[in-house]
C-alpha cells in the first residue's frame, strides 16, 4: 500500500525547504557584503590579493540562485571586476554568460557592448571587437551605447598620432566652415 503525504504535511515541507533556501541565499548576501568591504575600502582603494575571491562569491551565487533577479546583477558585477583589473578573458567569459543565461537582461545590451571593449582596449583583438560592435549596432541601434559603438568602429584600430591628425583635421574644417 502506498502511503501519500497528506496536503498539510506537503506544504509544511514545501515551507521549510523555501525557508531553508532563503537563509542560505541570505548568508550568500552576507557573505558577498562582507568580501565586496573587504576587497573596496572607505578610500576606494582595491585589495588586489582578494579580487579572485569576490569574482568567485559573485559568480557562486549565480550558481547557486540562477533563477534569482539578483544572479544576473552580481554576474556583472563580477564581470567590470575582472575587467577592471586586467583579467580580460575572464571577463569576457562573463559578460557571454549573462547574454547566453539571461537574455532578458536589462544589461545585456551593455554586457556585448563591454565584451567588445574589452577585446579593443585590454586584448588589441580588432577583428573581434569590430565584429561584436557590428552586432550590437545591429540588435541595439537606439540603445545608449549606440553612438559609443559607432564611434569605436570608427577609430578602431587608429593609432594616438593618427586619432590627433584626424581631430585636428576636423578643428580645421569646423573654422573654415564658421567663417
Do not use: W
Request: charged share 30%; with cysteine; hydrophobic share 35%.
Amino acid at each position: 500500500m502506498k502511503k501519500y503525504l497528506s496536503p498539510i504535511t506537503l506544504i509544511l515541507f514545501m515551507v521549510v525547504i523555501m525557508t531553508g533556501c532563503n537563509d542560505s541565499r541570505r548568508e550568500s548576501i552576507n557573505q558577498i557584503k562582507k568580501t565586496e568591504a573587504a576587497v573596496f575600502d572607505e578610500n576606494g582603494m582595491i585589495d588586489h590579493a582578494r579580487i579572485d575571491e569576490l569574482i568567485d562569491v559573485y559568480t557562486g551565487y549565480a550558481d547557486s540562485y540562477p533563477q534569482d533577479s539578483a544572479a544576473a546583477d552580481y554576474l556583472f558585477k563580477a564581470a567590470d571586476v575582472a575587467m577592471t583589473t586586467n583579467r580580460s578573458n575572464q571577463a569576457i567569459t562573463l559578460y557571454q554568460r549573462i547574454r547566453e543565461e539571461y537574455p532578458d537582461y536589462r544589461k545585456v545590451p551593455e554586457a556585448l557592448f563591454l565584451e567588445g571593449y574589452v577585446y579593443e582596449n585590454y586584448l588589441g583583438r580588432l577583428d573581434k571587437a569590430k565584429a561584436i560592435y557590428e552586432e550590437f549596432l545591429e540588435k541595439y541601434p537606439d540603445n545608449d551605447f549606440a553612438d559609443d559603438a559607432e564611434i569605436s568602429l570608427k577609430y578602431l584600430g587608429k593609432s594616438p598620432e593618427e586619432l590627433i591628425e584626424l581631430f585636428q583635421q576636423a578643428q580645421q574644417d569646423t573654422l573654415v566652415q564658421s567663417q
